[in-house]
């Protein structure tokens, strides 16, 4: 989708090259290409050259020209081949030599920024297949630039705080979420596979998302589904049957043209069993705490420890076994995490998933999560969906 | 999904580890996780350590111990935690810690390889959100082994000839491929958006693929789908409405427990226009001859080369802007790749997607695509749904 050049961003970036005195930024991981020029590559092999000062240069697949043209924010856009006849070598080679080609022609060989730490990164167009950085990548830079830095630590930073914009963006990735788990709501049946469930929410993703309001022009999303005994804290969907009066839980990942929600949203065919009544009272106490607590100038290290320590007060110490509050924005996960050991503060214009979770011994269990964005008044859900599935349940019998 | 260790495989990987006097590989790319252990990650973090000589060690993310155990080719599996209340760094730092510890016990830090060009990967089970290798990987080995070497050569050579096991797992695949065809082949409906024939391909490949016959423990599909003038060399699917009278195209990737297919099918509600018919038969043609000339000893370069003068020959010189031959495998795309400026012979055992196609201006085309066993007797087609998809269509109205 074609979005107007977010203006108030690309400065936010620009100015903390200043002070890192950067003279450019080479990305090529698809979700910092998202990020400073808001087009989405098909394959990965594509890349960025954001200069501290003047036009970035677009690197994009030949046969992606139309796309890159229509959602670009700069328009000077250098093209490589899939096949080229006359150079065996993978596409991403070309990419790379276009990439120090603009460097050397605006003598941004200073000092430049790579993603050295690019640890994950979320999926390009295709997904399935993503295309990775390799020693080649980044021994190329180092033979050109007088100084090479690490560019992750500056983008997480400045991924970190929301502009209106990616607020906008992020609300259509949670619509399509909400609609999804409504129609999840009227037409899980129990006997039906896990499988079946996440195949049904993702479907509805895809097929209502790409064209949405005409503001999407693609819409995936990837879950993980388990229901009654089959809710643990981390394994793959499977062929499970829904069971009646217990909670299937849906891990979710919604992408809206490369930006996402991560949520838990739950449903349960019947009336659920008085243990899970106990458990979501108890989780639901301990998610709108963290919740409450998650506002400017709060911190990350206390918010962990006041979550889990809440959890082990109700009868689980130990759990959760994974985080419990991360950023969310063109990744499902990316910084900041909040961690007992860690640092750091929340501040306004994030957005976090927060998301505590307590599983039995044997099976069964559950995990609340939306995701938040921290604003003056505290903070803002961003998914309609109820966590108190009780009350989605009644919502889809009245019908 | 549990197979029993495929010992032609890793002997065949063990040898080349001798003839390149290799003491150990370290693997993290979750498709040569998959290949070397049988164990298929959620998240990408987790390494296995194979040694030329002795048992190989697998470092799983603690929540996948079930899944390791029931499905690791190798009972020695150490764990890391997702979260570790005094460790804040991201998982993916605890399993290389673990891979460097178990180098140091094993006293393998001669000279080890590890997948230094390993430009793309395929997906981890949650797939949406993969994870890449890092400056901090690269640099590790080298701090600890005299010698650090490229494992992406060896590991190209040895995948790119295929065992029985491996030729059963792509069956699977393919089966799956063909029924979610014919599936889409009895419910497409002119009008209908093309990303609405995606989420119906996918959700079935999703729904019916876990749990399929017994041997599948997850499936999952990824397609790009175009209609009539939609069809392109390369974009992505949209909200295009299927055309009666002309082909809906999809581009279809199946994944059965890490093992892929790569196929393009075609199919078209109504009766096809003469301008398609002629361009139905040509590349049939063009189609037929490639793999006809596919088999033990022929040339790569030939290849490529015989197939694009035929596309010439028939009106369509320069076309088509992709590879028209590559490896499939534990990945959808894999080497070895047909290039006329490249090398290269096709062996028996190997697998190999063939997938002319020619794109008119302005829109609409075709392309056909299978994947293909080298046998003794010439090869093998994997995936039963028919090219000539006047005869899917034909078998879909006689029910």
Redesign the interface.
């Known amino acids: 989708m074609a979005w107007p050049t977010d203006i108030v961003k690309l400065s936010r970036v620009r100015t903390l090259m200043e002070e890192q005195d950067l003279d450019a930024l080479v990305v090529r991981?698809p979700d910092n290409l998202v990020y400073l020029s808001n087009y989405w590559c098909?394959k990965?092999y594509d890349a960025l050259v954001f200069p501290r000062e003047g036009d970035a240069t677009l690197i994009a697949?030949?046969?992606?020209l139309?796309?890159a043209q229509r959602n670009s924010w700069t328009k000077d856009i250098r093209l490589f081949?899939?096949?080229d006849?006359?150079?065996?070598r993978?596409p991403?080679f070309r990419s790379l030599d276009l990439a120090i080609r603009v460097l050397n022609e605006h003598r941004l060989t200073r000092r430049i920024g790579i993603e050295?730490?690019?640890?994950?990164?979320?999926?390009d167009?295709?997904?399935?297949?993503?295309?990775?950085?390799?020693?080649?990548f980044?021994d190329s830079f180092r033979q050109i630039a007088g100084e090479v830095v690490?560019a992750t630590p500056l983008l997480n930073e400045a991924r970190a705080i929301k502009t209106a914009q990616e607020i906008e963006r992020m609300g259509l990735a949670n619509e399509l979420a909400a609609l999804a788990m409504e129609h999840v709501r009227d037409h899980i049946r129990p006997g039906m596979?896990?499988?079946?469930v996440?195949?049904?929410f993702?479907?509805?993703v895809?097929?209502v998302?790409?064209?949405y309001k005409g503001k999407v022009?693609?819409?995936?999303a990837?879950t993980?589904v388990w229901s009654g005994k089959g809710i643990?804290?981390?394994?793959?969907?499977?062929?499970r049957p829904v069971q009646e009066h217990e909670p299937t839980l849906l891990e979710i990942?919604v992408?809206a043209d490369g930006y996402w929600t991560d949520l838990t949203k739950n449903v349960c065919p019947g009336e659920l069993t008085r243990e899970y009544h106990r458990l979501l009272d108890l989780l639901l106490q301990v998610f709108n705490e963290a919740v409450s607590y998650s506002k400017d100038g709060a911190s990350f290290p206390e918010l962990d420890r006041l979550t889990r320590a809440r959890i082990a007060e109700g009868g689980y110490p130990g759990q959760?076994?994974?985080?419990i509050c991360h950023g969310v924005g063109a990744?499902?996960?990316e910084a900041p995490?909040a961690?007992?050991?860690?640092t750091g503060t929340i501040r306004k214009g994030m957005v976090l998933a927060i998301e505590p979770g307590v599983y039995w011994q044997g099976g069964g269990g559950l995990r609340l999560e939306d995701n938040f964005w921290i604003t003056d008044a505290g903070n803002q859900k961003l998914c309609s969906y109820p966590d108190d599935f009780r009350l989605a349940r009644a919502a889809g019998q009245t019908r």
Chains 1, 2 share one sequence.
């Open positions: 991981a098909m990965g697949l030949e046969p992606q139309a796309e081949k899939g096949y006849e006359k150079d065996s993978p991403q050295l730490n690019m640890g994950t990164q979320s999926a167009r295709m997904v399935g297949e993503p295309t990775t950085a390799t020693q080649i980044f690490d596979k896990e499988s079946e996440g195949a049904m993702e479907g509805f895809h097929g998302g790409v064209g022009e693609m819409a995936r990837f993980l643990a804290t981390f394994t793959a969907t499977g062929d990942w992408c959760p076994s994974h985080p990744r499902a996960h995490y961690h007992q050991a860690g």
